[in-house]
T-cell receptor
Framework: GQQLNQSPQSMFIQEGEDVSMNCTSS?????WLWYKQEPGEGPVLLIA?????ELTSNGRLTAQFGITRKDSFLNISASIPSDVGIYFC?????????FGKGTKLSVIP | DTGVSQDPRHKITKRGQNVTFRCDPI?????LYWYRQTLGQGPEFLTY????????KSRLLSDRFSAERPKGSFSTLEIQRTEQGDSAMYLC???????????FGPGTRLTVL
């Protein structure tokens, strides 16, 4: 089946630093999404990407849908303590989402 | 709040017992999904409803699992004869269309002792 490779698995950064994480797939997706999950809660949508090559921003977050439709990245600029959490990429083919294993972000004040 | 809601938020049960979870999707969302998430993993797809019709079931959904959406609104997920391996977060999501963004509920954390 489809698998997503998300990296890095975890990151420790200083407040104010920029963060970059990415996802690669062995299969093509129609849509790439990035979610953030905090302990005990469900994933919350951050950014949705619908076209190959698309670059989309949401505040300090920027994400891109790879040209090959098999990868995506998420950048967070000027990190703040509330950015702490687990970030998941997800690829959508038809209605089904396939998730990566997540990137756990820790921000040191 | 008009988001996806799930009940209960936490459930502790003994092995062999049956449990049922409920999901209320965003109003007017015809498409509803169940996912399971174990520790350190991303959510994994379990099943998909369009209105009241269950259109897809993952191989992860063993015979002990059954999901319903009788009136095309809320959905229930039942696990019979629970096993310790069923311990996980069960997440529900809904969308306005099959290609639309899926919005997740807060999940039900199941612990099987």
């Amino acid at each position: 089946g489809q698998q997503l490779n998300q990296s890095p698995q975890s990151m420790f950064i200083q407040e104010g630093e920029d963060v970059s994480m990415n996802c690669t797939s062995s299969s093509i997706f129609n849509t790439w999404l990035w979610y953030k999950q905090e302990p005990g809660e469900g994933p919350v949508l951050l950014i949705a990407l619908y076209k190959a090559g698309e670059l989309t921003s949401n505040g300090r977050l920027t994400a891109q849908f790879g040209i090959t439709r098999k990868d995506s990245f998420l950048n967070i600029s000027a990190s703040i303590p509330s950015d702490v959490g687990i970030y998941f990429c997800a690829g959508r083919y038809n209605y089904q989402l396939t998730f990566g294993k997540g990137t756990k972000l820790s921000v040191i004040p | 709040d008009t988001g996806v809601s799930q009940d209960p938020r936490h459930k502790i049960t003994k092995r062999g017992q049956n449990v049922t979870f409920r999901c209320d999707p965003i109003s007017e969302h015809n498409h509803l999904y169940w996912y399971r998430q174990t520790l350190g993993q991303g959510p994994e797809f379990l099943t998909y409803f369009q209105n009241e019709a269950q259109l897809e079931k993952s191989r992860l959904l063993s015979d002990r699992f059954s999901a319903e959406r009788p009136k095309g609104s809320f959905s229930t997920l039942e696990i019979q004869r629970t096993e310790q391996g069923d311990s996980a977060m069960y997440l529900c999501a809904s969308s306005g269309g099959p290609a639309d963004t899926q919005y997740f509920g807060p999940g039900t954390r199941l612990t099987v002792l």
